[in-house]
């Protein structure tokens, strides 16, 4: 967790998060049902839920990455690393 950094949701450009999201929502193992579901109308349930903090955006400073984590397991994270008290 010491290594996760949450990163506001708008204080990304707008084009920024939505390729962020494009990538989170077209990673293969994603699925969405029986139905398929326009890329477009995939990144923005998910941009809504970032809103909504159903995500959360975060920076990994090991790995110098950007992840999507659902707000569950960002909870989780924080829970374990004891900073949530």
Excluded: C
Aim: aromatic share 8%.
């Amino acid at each position: 967790m010491d290594n996760l950094i949450e990163i506001p949701w708008d204080a990304l450009a707008e084009d920024i998060l939505n390729a962020l999201v494009e990538e989170f929502v077209t990673r293969e193992g994603t699925d969405y049902g029986q139905q398929e579901v326009a890329l477009e109308r995939k990144v923005a349930q998910v941009v809504n839920g970032i809103r909504r903090k159903d995500y959360v955006i975060v920076f990994d400073t090991e790995a110098e990455s950007t992840h999507i984590l659902t707000g569950q397991q960002w909870r989780e994270a924080v829970r374990q690393s004891g900073l949530d008290t």
